[in-house]
């Protein structure tokens, strides 16, 4: 049934705008980083690494885990959606996790298309040093698994606030501060938003096997991810429709 659920959620998007926002994050990361001189660098791709994650991590990552977050539950806000979704023989922890599972989904296709863009650049431009596979990929994989409590926290609000404007508003006025957070090593560790930047910049000495300390990845990214999954699950288990 869950599989049904995760299905049913998948065609009801294959005719959205939200296909388009999957390109774009990687797309603007391309036209940043292919607008970059790489030829005076030793170390080319970790270079163009470090220019495209500027843009893709430490803003449109956070921001589009909000927005498909808001669009999987947009369409239940509108006529009595939610009371024709929970009328079907399907149970409320089955919608919420289908609806997160797509979610997920959502953002790992964005991460796959960022090393598409990434790749393609060093291509482009025939960069001669060796592809540092181990470093980009714990990168992309490290600031997918960041973004999952921001994707737990902003599923929970979008569930509960009927705007589909309000969600989007408060993740933009949390997701801003990561300029300055992301810089700062007291509040940085600590601040889920900064968390998909920080987990795929590299950084000298490897400090952890995700580039963040096992405190961080413990506390901040599985502790939230948990909280933030408990108390939106347990709120749409009770959720008046």
Known sequence: MFWNIVRSEWLKFRKSNIWLLLFVSPALAFLLGILQGYEDSPVQWITLYTTMISIHALLFMPLLTGIFSAFVCRYEHQGGGWKQLLALPV??????????????????????????????????????????????????????????????????????????????????????????????????????????????????????????????????????????LFCGFTYFQKKAV
């Open 91 to 228: 149970s409320r922890a089955q919608v919420f996790l289908g609806k997160g599972f797509l979610v997920i989904l959502f953002l790992a296709i964005t991460q796959l298309l960022f090393f598409i863009s990434f790749y393609s650049i060093g291509l482009i431009k025939g960069f001669s040093s060796s592809f540092p596979t181990e470093i980009v990929w714990r990168g992309i994989l490290g600031g997918w698994l960041a973004c999952l409590p921001l994707a737990a926290l902003q599923l929970w609000i979008s569930s509960a606030w009927a705007s589909f404007a309000a969600p989007l508003a408060l993740n933009v006025i949390l997701t801003l501060p990561n300029i300055l957070v992301a810089n700062s090593a007291k509040y940085g560790p600590w601040y889920p938003w900064a968390q998909p930047f920080l987990i795929m910049i590299p950084k000298e000495g490897d400090i952890g096997s995700l580039y963040v300390s096992t405190e961080t990845l413990l506390y901040v990214i599985l502790g939230s991810f948990i909280i933030f």
